[in-house]
């Protein structure tokens, strides 16, 4: 399969190819033929697969296609993503495709001033990448016009959910046009995933690239079982040791990243951290640094880590194991991207059985354990013994309902197996509406 065969126009295979992509990545090859064809869509993709394209590209052909007043034009596609830098990552993505045919695009997100944001807005965009609260910000101070969005995505839902976002979502969906486009992306599966995809979606076609719930094949999983007071010297041992050069090391904490970041930098690892607590700019130019490679590490908790797109990115560590069994899938999906071999290892002392019971559980395997023979062994009990069955369900619990559903003849999404949409219904069309609004999807302007 080839981006030319998804129907993609000339202006979009040239962007495709600028970024490197010779051949479309499953999730594309799947979602792409379903928002052409105007279908609501559910997809279960992991980080690193090359979802963003998958939305981006075809949502961006198909607002091409009906040209506008240059000036003073509202957001017609609306993409919701969980944080600052995943909205930075998506919005770079988005832009250098919306450019190309002459959209705008833009991204909202808070903890920076309103004002730049405001002013962008009123001079019009076509495509809206934002994080809910900042966007809730611009709806309920009327400098944005969310009544002609067409297309709505919802990305990393799931560390939406994660993130207590629920009303902010269902509330920013009391701001659009019934009349619109949904799609969901996921990277796990809980039922609240579920309740959310039954609220907001219409007849979704669903598209799955990976087992649910499992971590990255391309990633070696490795538990170093140590003592809490040891961690440290263990990873400075295992970078030094190991030659490590571009390591993303997770702590549960804010305070305990600055820590961890002070010791490293004792030990004469040049360490930063990222976090919550940290001003965007901070941010922005602490990860720039990483990426040029002059940070050999950089310690990060979930929230800031969400979204952490670099490229190739070799090593992982779980310095703290998560509290929430999915998020060591999306920690690990941070390597091994778009086909490269990465390396996650968890330090894992025996205060964090119970946490590693419910990865292995998620998992529904045991991760491979390793000792380092500077260092005393630690016997850590394992949950799960063996590979396991394909069987998985979804651990999260539902987050609060929202109070009440927007359209209440929604139906349940029906699982396609190939990138060919089996149905022609476009929901675009609007609940219960018919003519189509236009019958261009997938051809080539
Ligand atoms: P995403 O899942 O959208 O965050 O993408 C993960 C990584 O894969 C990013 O670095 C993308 O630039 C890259 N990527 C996306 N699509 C392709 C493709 N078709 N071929 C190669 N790399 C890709």
Known sequence: ???????????????????????????QTQAIPVVFEGNDLLAGAQTGTGKTAAFALPIVQILSETVLPRKRRSPRALVLVPTRELAAQVSEQMQGYARRLSLRSTMIYGGVNIQAQIERLHRGVDIVVATPGRLLDHADRNTINLSKIEF???????????LGFIDDIMHVVEYLPSQRQNLLFSATYSQSIKQLADELLDE????????????????????????????????????????????????????????????LLFDGIKAAPIHSNKSQSIRTRTLAE????ELRVLVATDVAARGLDIERLPHVVNYDLPQVPEDYVHRIGRTGR?????????LVCPAEQPLLFAIEKLLQYAIPQQTV?????????????????????????PKKRPAKKKTPEKKSAKPVKTAAPAKTTNSRRGRGTPAPKTGRRGSRS
């Open 1 to 27: 399969m080839s981006f030319e065969s998804l129907g993609l126009c000339d202006e979009l295979l040239t962007a495709v190819a600028a970024r490197g992509y010779a051949n479309p990545t499953p999730i």
């Open 152 to 162: 709505l995505v919802l990305d990393e839902a799931d560390r939406m959910l994660d």
């Open 204 to 263: 979704p076609q669903q598209v799955e690239v990976a087992r649910r719930n499992i971590a990255a094949d391309a990633v070696t999983q490795t538990i170093y079982p140590v003592d809490r007071t040891r961690k440290r010297e263990m990873l400075s041992h295992l970078i030094r040791k190991g030659d490590w050069n571009q390591v993303l090391v997770f702590a549960r904490t804010r305070y305990g990243a600055d820590k961890l970041t002070a010791e």
């Open 290 to 293: 990483f990426k040029r490679g």
């Open 338 to 346: 778009a086909g490269e071999k990465g390396v996650a290892i968890s």
């Open 373 to 397: 023979a500077e260092f005393p062994q630690i016997a850590i009990k394992r949950g799960v013994k063996a590979k396991a069955t394909k069987k998985s369900k979804g651990s999260s619990k």
